[in-house]
């Protein structure tokens, strides 16, 4: 259970679909098939801000709109400022984009040696193997390719990845991601796989998915099977707010952790979501609670239409600093900005150092306490006679 809850996160019901029969419920494909993307959609079970009206009429050309069922029922339908609402319905700020932002924020583009595969880091890849998602986050950093909307034609090239990674050993890592790979069938996914575990250089694995959170009921036993075969995979989940931590999440991470599946979580700082340091501390709280560690902390990327989601860069140094020894330190994720440009992931941290002249160093702790640590060239030795 969690804490401190209020019924929300106990949610594990069907909510506005209590006609439809379990089986259809628990079943990911009929979730997938009745998914909202819609303005009609939509007002059949809530009340459409203006704003939200504005941004369902143009976001199409921009990226799908689509929520699953079991999402959508984590929504305040009484609320437009709900922060699972601005996660995956449009408003009409999309619509704007200022100078700074681009449609390929992180520059994946120029470092694509073959179109499935984004080669940045000297021994690591990234697996682009599908364009689709379960429901789509309006901040997406590959809102360029994922969905369509745009008419990239993105076609995953899974053989060619896959040669790509064989025929380069440097590459001990392999991120597959997209889209959401956990769309993909088990058979799919078990060859990509098992294709992958067959590369004697390639040591970890990860996927990287937002499905457990908008598409629990995809995590079949079957699923887990396949997972379970791979020996040396990891997952990568993305939960952004405390009110996306169900029961049924819970159920799912859990039996993901005892399929030996270690997990981590990938967050992105967003404003009006998740940009400030109480929710922040319940949503780390109740990753760790379900198996997950948080891993990254991503500062919003500069993509186009999302500057009414982005914070200052401050605010998320902040949030850092509000967390680190104030709690547990398994539970606190790394702050980076993807940079521009193709850069790649940058640390950004509170500042608890100070160096002196004599090689001493100044220490900050968690309550604004000083502390010197010495240098090691600079202290007489004593010597016993
Ligand atoms: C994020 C990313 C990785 C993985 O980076 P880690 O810091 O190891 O998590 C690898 N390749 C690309 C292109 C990425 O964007």
Redesign the pocket.
Known sequence: MFPNDSLKYWFKGKGHWSNVSDKDWLDWRWQMKNRIKTADGFSSFLNLSKDEKDGLKFAENRLSVAVTPYFFNLMDPSDSNCPIRKQVIPVGNESVYKPEEVWDP?G?ES?MPVPSI????PD???FLVTDRCASYCRYCTRSRLVSNAQGYGFHPKIEAGLDYIKQNSSIR?V?I?GGDPLLLSDEKIGGILSSLSKIEHVEFI?I?TRVPVFLPQRITSSLLNVFSKSANLWL?LHVNHPDECTLLLKETTHKLAKAGIPLGN?SVLLKGINDNIDIMKSLIHRLLIMKVKP??LYQCDLIKGSSHLRTDVQVGIDIIKGLRGHTSGYAIPQF?I?SPNGG??IPVSPNYTTFERDGSIVLENYAGQNYTYPSINNSAASFIE
Do not use: C, F, I
């Not at 984004?118 to 880091?121: E, I, K, L, S, T």
């Open positions: 992180v994946e470092d984004v080669h940045r880091y690591r890849v990234l890592d991120l991601s990860r990287g990568s990938q891993y990254y980076v993807d790649g992931k």
